[in-house]
């Protein structure tokens, strides 16, 4: 069975820094094309990040314009786990983070892509 597990979600303060995991089971996730989305209250769900897959990209990262420079997406192949360390976190990014996979080699940032999704985790920075 195809799953996808969030953690690393919590309380920080504006500034801070927070390290989410997506652990994969079912499948080999350096195969897929990872992606992190989030979603705050009420509004449409957005493009955070995403690792390509090996061989192919797997250095390849892409980022949503408005985490570059903050956020890094980084796969641990050996432990089926992609990582999203976010720095210099702020209020704005508050939502609720999901983790989700795709076939082929294309990083998206579309989230009709994506196959698989996990539950997500809540990410809560307090000004």
């Known amino acids: 069975q195809v799953q996808l597990v969030e953690s690393g979600g919590g309380l920080v303060p504006a500034g801070g820094s927070l390290e989410l995991s997506c652990v994969a089971s079912?499948?080999?996730?350096?195969?897929?094309?990872i992606g992190w989305f989030r979603q705050a209250h009420e509004k449409e769900r957005e493009f955070v990040a995403a690792v390509g897959t090996t061989p192919w990209n797997s250095d390849r990262t892409y980022y949503g314009n408005s985490v570059k420079g903050r956020f890094t997406v980084a796969r641990d192949n050996a432990k089926n786990t992609v990582s999203l360390l976010m720095h210099f976190l702020k209020p704005e990014d508050t939502a609720l983070y999901y983790c989700?996979?795709?076939?082929?080699?294309?990083?998206?940032?579309?989230?009709?892509?994506?196959?698989?999704w996990g539950q997500g985790t809540q990410v809560t920075v307090s000004a």
């Open positions: 079912g499948f080999t996730s350096s195969d897929y094309v």
């Open positions: 989700a996979a795709k076939s082929g080699r294309v990083l998206d940032s579309r989230a009709g892509s994506y196959e698989f």
